[in-house]
């Protein structure tokens, strides 16, 4: 449909592209769970597969699935790198760069991110036994893009299209879950991998700051667009739970309640529109009430397709 003459075709295929690209995505989330086949090396087999259709298999299949399960484990979002200081400490024509194509709706830090995990291998003596793993792919890759823009640069740009789709969608569930605390890996190293800021970091603590942003409460087939990954506090609940079990569990934990921490994404697009670029640097996640979501700023550059 991308390579179509007809636009009505064009317009159908990046939605279909976009949504493909986003269930690959989920799919390889709950492949680094080992919630969809019985055994670790067959849900790895077919999570390296999600990777290559979602562009995320620059980093292997262990990084993706450790960084999710810290993030389980720890409650918290462990990072290679804090967001808000890349912002701070880049040049500042690349950070006002980024500002713009954000005010734009252009994801940029995404696009950013993605593209530090191709080139920091190559960068820091310390990921350098990752470069030819990283050569090899790019060797198949990127001649494949080539083809493609050769072909039809008209399908090329399509896709790229439906790619910032893909990327736009993921970053807006995302940015609403978690009012986690972030913390790097370098510092949890120095400390044995513990946390050590005092907080007690239980149960209680991990669904307080859990939201689950439903696509919709009236029709719940639609959370089925992001695979069902909107029920978060049920997947964190009991993380193993495969996708299609999440609305019951959902309805278990909390019934037919639309009070917190259930927030529809329709109460969230103001936020999502407000504070696009204010999300880059703040290190506040803002506050969020059952009235409204408006102060609620959200997270920014925590995917986990973008693991180092």
Known sequence: MLFATNILLNVVGVLLTAEALIISAYLLHELSHGSIFKTSKVNQRWGNIMAWIN????????????????????????????????????????????????????????????????????????????????????????????????????AWLLYMLAYGLMLTALRFADAFQHTYDVFLESELAKNGGKLTDGKLRNRAYEQANTFSNLVSIKYPWLNLLLLNFSYHNAHHEVPLVPWHSLPALHKKMFGNSSELPIVPMSKLLSAYHRHRVARLQSNDYGVITNQTADAFIGAAGVSFLTAL
């Open 55 to 154: 562009g995320s298999c620059y980093s292997t299949f262990k990084e993706i699935r450790d960084k999710h399960i810290h993030h389980h484990v720890d409650r918290a979002d462990v990072l290679t790198f804090n967001v808000q200081e890349l912002m701070a400490n880049m040049p500042s024509l690349a950070r006002n760069l980024i500002k713009v194509l954000e005010w734009v709706y252009v994801p940029a830090l995404e696009i950013l991110m993605h593209f530090l995990v191709i080139i920091l291998p190559f960068l820091k003596p310390e990921w350098h036994h990752k470069r030819l793993r990283l050569i090899a792919i790019i060797l198949i890759r990127t001649p494949l893009f080539i083809l493609m823009a050769w072909v039809s640069f008209k």
